[in-house]
């Protein structure tokens, strides 16, 4: 009896000193786990301040506070606030003077294209092109360049002995009607009506109202309309009126000798 109870005192030992190494050895682990865990922690918080750390170099803003809207500044600093806030302003502004898109009416949609065919319309770079460029192309049929030479013809070299381009042997009121002429035959409908203007001003009353008629018999109505709108035309005798329609007849027929032999 006394050996059984030695041998139970010892069994009860033994298990006593089992439980208490396992009960150390999971200390260990979890000491070892929570250890790792915070090296994990201190490692990925050192990894991220470096990337802010290089974010911060190359964008300045980073992490000061900017939002994408200029209105909402946050903790950005003075200078910066005063940059998005100049921008906005200037952005409103600009926004604010921005014209109004024009309403075009499809009649006056007509009018334009009318205008752009008869040829009233040059398109901008030929007003930058000299008089040796314009003859250039005008050589090539060009009736643009040819409506422009005429213009700087009679409206920029004659009368201006100053002018780098002017030649003192040269009738330039004559010359103008001719390239204008040159571009009615190339196909710009406006250039009679032109010519009827230049006889307008130099009070040639027979010629004048011959080319009105011309531009007129050609469709430049828009032409022909104001030209009959003044005291010129309205002051004209019938035998005048009679006189230059056989005058514009004669001129529509010499400008056909003249397409056909160029």
């Known amino acids: 009896m006394k050996k059984m109870s ?3 005192l010892g069994m009860a030992c033994l298990l006593t000193s089992v439980g208490l190494y396992l009960l150390m050895k999971g200390d260990d682990n979890q000491r070892g786990l929570l250890e790792h865990t915070v090296s994990s922690t201190e490692a990925n918080s050192s990894t991220h301040d470096a990337i802010n750390a290089k974010q911060a170099a190359l964008d300045p803003t980073h992490g000061t506070g900017v939002h994408a809207s200029p209105f909402e500044l946050g903790n950005a600093g003075a200078q910066m606030a005063e940059q998005i806030a100049g921008e906005s302003k200037s952005a409103t502004k600009n926004m604010l003077e921005m014209p109004a898109p024009e309403v075009v009416s499809p ?3 007509a009018r334009r294209k009318k205008l752009e065919q008869l040829g009233y319309m040059l398109p901008p770079d030929y007003y930058t092109k000299d008089l040796k460029a314009l003859k250039r192309m005008a050589k090539t049929g060009d009736a643009f360049a040819m409506m422009h030479m005429g ?5 920029e070299l004659q009368g201006q002995p100053s002018h780098p381009e002017f030649d003192k042997n040269m009738d330039y009121a004559k010359a103008a009607k001719t390239s204008f002429q040159d571009a009615l035959i190339a196909g710009n409908i406006r ?3 032109i010519i009827a203007e230049l006889y307008y001003q130099e009070k040639n009353t027979l010629e ?3 080319w009105h008629l011309v531009s007129d018999q050609l469709g430049d ?3 022909a309309d104001w030209f009959r709108r003044t005291d010129m035309a309205q002051n004209s005798s019938a035998e005048l009126k009679q006189a230059a329609a056989e005058r514009a007849a004669q001129i529509l027929g010499e400008l056909k000798l003249k397409k056909k032999s160029s």
């Not at 213009?151 to 409206?155: D, Q």
Request: no cysteine.
């Open 151 to 155: 213009e700087k013809y009679y409206f």
């Open 208 to 210: 004048a109202y011959a």
């Open 221 to 223: 109505d828009i032409s």
């Open 6 to 8: 030695v041998v139970a």
């Open 107 to 109: 009649a006056e949609a």
């Open 191 to 193: 250039s009679a009506g």
